[in-house]
């Protein structure tokens, strides 16, 4: 054996080699994931919630939602939307369906269900028939891609496809249908813990991102001095 096939021998087997260890491990089916994520997500009680909407797309208003909310559409938190060409940047709170808004100056004011909605209706989040654990279900062209590490947790990568219907009661106002990765825990309940929405021209930064954690961490609601 010549020198010089020995040496392709020799590179070929550590090519061979390192794409065995670089392979993906075996990933169990996007479906099942997505049904046991579903069920894991609709029987959360109350989470925190972090929406971040990069960019300026059509139609959205949403700009930043970080806050607390339950099963009962209580919630509590921070947002900032853009209105008529004005971004406008306060706290919020939902108690008992009432809900009440502060600026960056000033005292709460009370807010009618509409005008709620008009800047975020945080209580879509838990809603089984309209927030996460909806989506997780209705997702389609799904597929497991990888594992990744979400705030040093393993998470099972699982990209698929969502309508614009679908998405606007937890983000009003999209125009586009849209690609989705989602993150679901590899151990322990399989509740969804950070989301992607991302138009067709939003590559490589996603349009909406969502976290959500702080599972089932009890929280108190209460009316705020109102100006």
Same mark, same amino acid.
């Given at each position: ?8 021998? +020799?590179?070929?087997?550590?090519? &061979?080699?390192? =794409? /065995? $260890?670089?392979?993906? !491990?075996?990933?169990?089916? *996007?479906?099942? @994931? ?78 009618? +269900?509409?005008?709620?909605?008009? &800047?975020?209706? =945080? /209580? $879509?989040?838990?809603? !089984?028939?309209?927030?996460? *654990?909806?989506? @997780? ?87 705020? =001095?109102?100006?």
């Amino acid at each position: 054996m010549t020198w010089a096939r020995l040496l392709f021998i +020799t590179l070929l087997a550590a090519t &061979l080699g390192l =794409a /065995t $260890a670089c392979s993906k !491990p075996d990933l169990p089916p *996007a479906a099942g @994931l997505l049904k046991q994520s579903a069920e894991a997500t609709a029987a959360v009680n109350s989470t925190h919630l972090v929406i971040k909407v990069n960019g300026d797309p059509e139609g959205v208003k949403v700009r930043n939602v970080d806050g607390d909310v339950d099963r009962a559409g209580n919630a509590r938190g921070s947002l900032k939307v853009s209105l008529s060409g004005t971004v406008i940047e306060g706290d919020f709170v939902i108690v008992k369906g009432q809900a009440y808004f502060r600026g960056p100056t000033g005292k709460f004011t009370e807010y009618t +269900t509409e005008r709620t909605k008009e &800047l975020y209706d =945080a /209580t $879509a989040i838990l809603d !089984p028939n309209r927030g996460l *654990a909806h989506l @997780l279900t209705v997702a389609t062209d799904t597929e497991s891609q990888d594992i990744d590490s979400i705030d040093g947790q393993d998470a099972y990568k699982i990209t698929g496809k969502l309508t614009k219907e679908q998405v606007t009661p937890l983000v009003p106002g999209l125009k586009k249908d849209l690609d989705v990765v989602f993150w679901v825990p590899v151990n322990g309940p399989r509740h969804v813990l950070r989301v992607w929405f991302s138009t067709p021209d939003a590559d490589p930064v996603p349009t909406v991102e969502v976290k959500v954690s702080d599972f089932d961490k009890q929280f108190t609601v209460e009316k705020p =001095a109102l100006g």
